[in-house]
C-alpha cells in the first residue's frame, strides 16, 4: 500500500482526519456525498455546472453521449477535489488543520495523532 497524507482537525469531540485521494464515495453520490457534509454552496455550484453543460450538449449535439460526460467530468472533479472540500468545510467551520500526518490506512492515522500527541 501507499502512505496517504491525513490532515488534523482537533475539535471539541476529538480530532478528525481527512485524506488526501480520490473519494470513490464522492464521485458516485456526488449530490447526496455534498449534501451529508453540508457543502450546500459546492452543491448548487455542481448542479449549475451540470445542467449548464447537459443543456449546452443537448442543444449542440442532440442525441449525443455528451450529457453523460458531462455529468461523469463534474462527479468525477468531486471526487478528486473531496478532501479539499471537507478541509475548507472544517476550517469555516472553526477546526482548521494543525498537522499533517503520514500513514497508510485511517486507523494508523489515528494511532500517530494519538501517540503523537503523547510524546
Avoid at 443543456?55 to 449525443?64: E, M, V
Avoid at 450529457?67 to 472533479?77: D, I, Q, R, T
Amino acid at each position: 500500500m501507499r502512505a496517504v497524507a491525513y490532515t488534523v482537525h482537533p475539535g471539541n469531540s476529538g480530532a478528525e482526519l481527512v485524506a488526501e485521494r480520490f473519494s470513490f464515495t464522492a464521485f458516485l453520490f456526488t449530490p447526496v456525498w455534498l449534501l451529508a457534509h453540508g457543502a450546500f454552496l459546492a452543491l448548487g455550484i455542481w448542479a449549475g455546472v451540470v445542467m449548464a453543460g447537459i443543456a449546452g450538449a443537448i442543444f449542440l449535439l442532440p442525441g449525443s453521449p455528451l450529457p453523460l460526460f458531462v455529468y461523469l467530468g463534474a462527479s468525477l472533479y468531486v471526487g478528486l477535489e473531496a478532501g479539499e472540500v471537507r478541509r475548507r468545510l472544517l476550517a469555516r467551520a472553526g477546526r482548521p488543520a494543525v498537522k499533517v500526518v503520514m500513514a497508510e490506512t485511517l486507523g494508523e492515522a489515528e494511532d500517530r495523532v494519538v501517540l503523537g500527541a503523547r510524546s
